[in-house]
C-alpha cells in the first residue's frame, strides 16, 4: 500500500468515525471507562519522567550557567519555558504513544483478528464509532490533563533541585518562575497536547483496526502504531511551532 493510499484509507477511516453515530446517550458510560484507562492508569509513569526531567532540567541548566554576570534566577525562567513550551507537551505525549499507543492498538489489533469487530458490524452497528470515537474524545481529554501535571510536576522537581541542592535558592527559581511569564504558553502548550492526543488516538487506533493476521501482527501493528504516533507528533511540534509562537 502507497503513501497517498495510506492517508485516503486514514482520511477514510475518520470520516466513517463520525457518521450514522450511535445515540449520544451510549457514548458517557464508554468516554469514562476510556477515560480511566488513558488517564489514570497513566499517572504514574507521567508523575516519575515528568518530576526528573524537571529535575534534570534544573541541574544541567545550573552547571552551564557559569558567567558571573547571570542571576541565577534564569535558572527557573528557562525551566518554566522548556517545561511549558516543549517538555511537558511533546516528552510526555512521546511517553504516551509508547503507552497508550501500543495499549490502543493491541486491543482494537485483538478485537479485528478475534472477529469482534465484524460481529459489531454484522449486528449494523458502526464499528468505528462505537469503538474508536469513545477512545478519541477520552484521548483527548485526558492526556491535556496529563501534561498540565507533566508541567507542574516538572517544575517542582526543578524546585526540589534549589531546596535541597546547592545550586540556587528556592527564591532565586521562584522569581525566576514568575520573571516575564507569558499566558499565552500555557495555551500553547494545552493546543499542542490536544493535537498529540488526538494524533496518538487515532493513528493507534487506526493501525489496530486494520490489522490482520494473527498475534505476531498485533505486535507489528502496535509497533508500527507506536513509532507513525511518534513521528506525527514532532512533525505537527514543528508546525505548530511555526504557525503559533
Known sequence: MNFIENWGKYFLFLYNMVRNKEPLRVYPPLIIDEMVKIGTNSLVIVAIVSSFIGAVTAIQTADNLVSPLVPLSVIGTICRDMNLLELAPTFTCVVLAGKVGSNLAGEIGSMRITEQIDAIDVM??????????????????????????????????????????????????????????????????????????????????????????????????????????????????????????
Do not use: H, W
Not at 478519541?136 to 541542592?165: D, E, K, N, R
Not at 488516538?201 to 501493528?221: F, M, P, R, V
Open 124 to 245: 449494523g452497528i458502526n464499528s468505528t464509532s462505537f469503538l474508536i470515537l469513545p477512545k478519541m474524545v477520552a484521548a483527548c481529554i485526558m492526556i491535556p490533563v496529563l501534561c498540565i501535571l507533566s508541567a507542574f510536576l516538572g517544575l517542582m522537581g526543578g524546585y526540589l533541585v534549589a531546596l535541597l541542592g546547592d545550586v540556587m535558592t528556592p527564591n532565586d527559581y521562584v522569581n525566576g518562575l514568575r520573571n516575564g511569564f507569558r499566558v499565552f504558553n500555557v495555551y500553547f502548550a494545552l493546543i499542542k497536547s490536544v493535537v498529540f492526543a488526538f494524533l496518538i488516538a487515532s493513528i493507534a487506533s487506526y493501525k489496530g483496526y486494520y490489522t490482520y493476521g494473527g498475534a505476531l501482527e498485533i505486535g507489528q501493528a502496535s509497533t508500527k502504531a507506536v513509532t507513525n504516533a511518534v513521528i506525527g507528533i514532532l512533525v505537527a511540534d514543528l508546525v505548530l511551532a511555526q504557525v503559533l509562537i
